[in-house]
């Protein structure tokens, strides 16, 4: 790969939630000979990103993973049992078939499908969720990604989480990540990566859902606490509570003031 081929493959990889198709139109504009090569930087963008495809004849979204690829551009969904194939710069499914769940943790896997479905479903207004056999079968990986856009008011929003539960010690361990770009009048974007550890003592799928929703509330709490340290601390140290004129501004009579001399209070002749 050359190091313009690189550069451009960090772009798709990079691009912000939900904004993929933007980045790319950007890309055809600037460098649209480079566009041919960009398939396997779709794949790596989709698969970290947790991108959700709908099943040919299906309402219901699945994931799209490392932990549930079966090579290739092909996949598995464990809930529904089917496998299918994904067209990475589209972000199309096709192609589903029956793909019965294989795996000594069968049992377990679709006990946490029911139970993490169900508490997503209270905490999250959409989101997809995927529990597949993971590291030969000697661990199970709960993933979950919620997605909220909202480009008419230049934001938008992703939560992932990834959890590898040792089917034998019920120990938990994985990473929550949350990015956010807010884009109006400037590019501001949030990432951040909470790493989570919790230890064996949850006997049940039921146990160990709650261990993460625990897990997940804190770390919820936690940002909302530091954005309103931001709001209330740093923001405003980045600009003055009043002009420099010392007098609030009143905007009713912007449009009368003149700049720089009925702002300053005065007019001089």
């Given at each position: 790969m050359t190091s313009k081929q690189a550069t451009v493959a960090s772009f798709v990889e990079s691009a912000p939630p939900g904004e993929l198709s933007n980045v790319v139109a950007d890309i055809k504009a600037l460098a649209s000979s480079e566009t041919q090569s960009l398939e396997p930087a779709f794949k790596k963008y989709n698969e970290e990103q947790y991108t959700t495809v709908k099943l040919p004849g299906g309402s219901e979204t699945v994931l799209v993973s490392k932990y549930n690829s079966l090579g290739d551009t092909r996949y598995f969904d464990t809930a529904s049992q089917t496998s299918f194939d994904v067209d990475h710069a589209s972000q199309k499914a096709s192609n589903p078939q029956q793909h019965p769940l294989d795996s000594r943790n069968a049992d377990l896997i679709r006990s946490l499908q029911k139970s993490f479905s169900t508490a997503t479903a209270e905490h999250f207004p959409a989101s997809t969720i995927g529990v597949f056999p993971a590291e030969s079968d000697s661990a199970i990986a709960i993933l979950l990604v919620a997605s909220k856009y909202s480009p008419q008011n230049f934001w938008n929003g992703r939560w992932r989480s990834t959890y590898l539960l040792d089917p034998l010690s019920k120990s938990l361990q994985g990473t929550i990540k949350v990015d956010v770009h807010y884009y109006e009048d400037g590019n501001v974007r949030m990432n951040t990566t909470k790493k989570v550890e919790i230890g064996s003592g949850a006997s049940s799928a039921d146990a160990v859902v709650r261990e993460i929703a625990k897990a997940e509330n804190k770390y919820q709490e936690?940002?909302?606490?530091?954005?309103?340290?931001?709001?209330?601390?740093?923001?405003?140290?980045?600009?003055?509570?009043?002009?420099v004129t010392r007098q609030r501004v009143e905007w009713e009579k912007i449009s009368g003031y003149r700049l720089g001399q009925d702002v300053a209070g005065g007019r001089q002749r």
């Amino acid at each position: 790969m050359t190091s313009k081929q690189a550069t451009v493959a960090s772009f798709v990889e990079s691009a912000p939630p939900g904004e993929l198709s933007n980045v790319v139109a950007d890309i055809k504009a600037l460098a649209s000979s480079e566009t041919q090569s960009l398939e396997p930087a779709f794949k790596k963008y989709n698969e970290e990103q947790y991108t959700t495809v709908k099943l040919p004849g299906g309402s219901e979204t699945v994931l799209v993973s490392k932990y549930n690829s079966l090579g290739d551009t092909r996949y598995f969904d464990t809930a529904s049992q089917t496998s299918f194939d994904v067209d990475h710069a589209s972000q199309k499914a096709s192609n589903p078939q029956q793909h019965p769940l294989d795996s000594r943790n069968a049992d377990l896997i679709r006990s946490l499908q029911k139970s993490f479905s169900t508490a997503t479903a209270e905490h999250f207004p959409a989101s997809t969720i995927g529990v597949f056999p993971a590291e030969s079968d000697s661990a199970i990986a709960i993933l979950l990604v919620a997605s909220k856009y909202s480009p008419q008011n230049f934001w938008n929003g992703r939560w992932r989480s990834t959890y590898l539960l040792d089917p034998l010690s019920k120990s938990l361990q994985g990473t929550i990540k949350v990015d956010v770009h807010y884009y109006e009048d400037g590019n501001v974007r949030m990432n951040t990566t909470k790493k989570v550890e919790i230890g064996s003592g949850a006997s049940s799928a039921d146990a160990v859902v709650r261990e993460i929703a625990k897990a997940e509330n804190k770390y919820q709490e936690e940002l909302n606490r530091a954005f309103t340290a931001l709001a209330e601390g740093s923001f405003k140290g980045l600009r003055r509570q009043l002009p420099v004129t010392r007098q609030r501004v009143e905007w009713e009579k912007i449009s009368g003031y003149r700049l720089g001399q009925d702002v300053a209070g005065g007019r001089q002749r």
